[in-house]
């Protein structure tokens, strides 16, 4: 739940996660080595496009219901406590 580096994932998922972490924190840092790093794991043009748009939508999507003051789920929240102890410091992964 914190860190998807650590959960088992294949080689292809955990650069589609870098690439989202990449678009969600610093969208301007995304560069085409960005995408290149996703090329480098077999992904086509039309799969990054596809995983550019659902990663945008989720963040548009959140905007939209933060902007509004959407109640998030009760599952979907845990205390400010355990979040910052186990938040890892994503820019430094990267």
Excluded at 30 to 58: N, P
Excluded at 68 to 80: H, K, N, Y
Aim: hydrophobic share 40%.
């Amino acid at each position: 739940m914190f860190d998807y580096r650590t959960c088992g994932f294949g080689e292809v998922d955990l650069a589609l996660c870098d690439y989202a972490i990449e678009l969600t924190l610093w969208p301007g840092d995304v560069t085409q080595a960005s995408i290149d790093r996703l090329r480098e794991h077999g992904l086509t043009d039309e799969q990054v496009t596809i995983a550019t748009q659902v990663i945008s939508y989720f963040n548009y999507i959140n905007r939209i219901a933060d902007g509004l003051g959407v109640d998030p789920e009760d599952w979907m929240t845990i205390s400010i406590d355990q979040w910052l102890a186990e938040k890892p410091i994503w820019r430094e992964a990267f």
